[in-house]
């Protein structure tokens, strides 16, 4: 690590892994730049398009593996990326990051162990924001679930032995996990963990009106952000919206990397138009009544809004049934798997419910909060890193795990 005068802006490293991890770990570099910190980025399996957007620099040209990310989902896509070039890609980065440790005060990993590997690999200090575990997907707040997939009885935790030893470390200046229940847990083991919120919950304010008549129910698509299985989501979709009644509005919020030509050649004729919505996330979700998602940060962030959810197993490499299963434990009751042919059915219960039951939608608000938090976040976490690099050391604490959020 660098030795600074005291006129030297303090310098940050950011590592991620994911679209979604990219866009979480871009939002606090901004928030750390605006405090004064040096930013750089390393997105490792990505483009890293949420930190050009922001305007913060990327060491390393981006790659695009096939696999997208998602080998812990198929671990036959690991071979697709060895093919690819994963073997290299990771040895460049690796040398990057220890030659970059050399001009930096801390690198902060974002994801889950691949970049808390790599910032314990730097040599240097490092804290972990970790987006992808949670005890909820084996227990909630009044105990285990109790289901055959858990052969050898109730974990420690989500985080296995060597993710809490790298958490541990004396190198570790603490991880900000994304819910006060898994926070909590490791705490009472001693690990340095925060509960500020989480990241995913800012910046989902609605910034215009949308071509939706606001007197009508409205169904929002989200098939995922990843050609060609964002397509494959997409087809799926339409068939529910064969079944949906025309006084049911359907719209869909779509990812910048999909070609409007490939969806709008799959619309069913009854449905030609279908508003398609790009690059205005926030806003789609505020407006939505009920979700059709076969996606992974996007769903989260509606459950987190108060939306219910309803989602279809797809083919992969993300949105597996294993995958689609998985959601339903982490975010609760709020997310309903179904089938094709069940969803149009389901949704009309859903919007039932909606209309007959006054306590409905403030129990997915409240069941919102508690699985995904407040927004702010963001700035919270920020602060945090600012203390730890002004008072240089885990012991600088402003705010204890789970306080107030």
């Known amino acids: 690590m660098q030795s600074q005068s005291r006129r030297d802006p303090p310098r940050v490293l950011c590592l991620s892994n ?24 390393l997105p490792i399996v990505g483009e890293g398009k949420a930190y050009v957007r922001q305007g913060i620099p990327i060491l390393v040209t981006p790659q695009v593996m096939p696999s997208g990310g998602f080998i812990y989902q198929d671990w036959r896509q690991l071979w697709r990326d060895v093919r690819g070039g994963l073997l290299g890609l990771t040895g460049r980065q690796l040398a990057v990051i220890r030659q970059e440790a050399a001009q930096t005060d801390l690198v902060l990993a974002v994801g889950d162990i691949v970049p808390l590997l790599m910032a314990w690999w730097s040599g240097i200090p490092y804290g972990f924001v970790g987006t992808a575990k949670s005890d909820y997907y084996w227990r909630d707040e009044q105990g285990p679930y109790r289901r055959a997939w858990i052969p050898w009885g109730e974990p420690i935790s989500d985080y296995l032995p060597w993710e809490r030893w790298l958490m541990g470390h004396k190198r570790c200046r603490g991880a900000f996990l994304r819910d006060e229940l898994t926070a909590t847990a490791l705490s009472k083991r001693g690990l340095r963990t925060f509960y500020l919120g989480n990241p995913m919950m800012d910046g989902l304010e609605a910034q215009r009106d949308l071509p939706l008549d606001p007197h009508r129910p409205a169904l929002l698509l ?76 996007a769903t989260e962030q509606c459950v987190g809004l108060g939306k219910p959810v309803i989602t279809l197993p797809g083919e992969g490499p993300q949105f597996t049934p294993r995958f689609a299963e998985a959601q339903t434990r982490l975010l609760g009751s709020a997310v309903q798997l179904t089938s094709v042919e069940h969803a149009p059915r389901l949704l009309h219960q859903i919007l039932e419910r909606l209309a007959t039951d ?48």
Do not use: K
């Open 222 to 297: 989200l098939p995922g952000s990843r050609p060609p299985e964002a397509y494959r989501n997409w087809a799926l979709m339409m068939q529910v919206v064969q079944g949906i009644p025309a006084e049911i509005q359907v719209y869909a919020a779509l990812s910048p990397n999909l070609d409007p030509a490939q969806l709008q050649e799959r619309i069913p004729a009854e449905r030609r138009d279908l508003p398609l919505i790009w690059g205005d996330f926030g806003t789609c979700v505020q407006r939505a009544t009920v979700v059709l998602a076969m996606a992974g940060t």
């Open 358 to 405: 006054p306590t409905y939608t403030a129990q997915l608000q409240a069941h919102g909060h508690q699985r995904m938090g407040s927004p702010g976040a963001t700035q919270r976490i920020a602060a945090q890193i600012q203390t730890w690099l002004n008072f240089g050391g885990s012991d600088a604490i402003l705010r204890p795990t789970g306080q107030g959020i």
């Open 18 to 41: 994911g679209h979604g991890e990219d866009e979480v770990a871009s939002r606090i570099a901004v928030a750390l730049v605006q405090r004064g910190i040096q930013v750089r980025a």
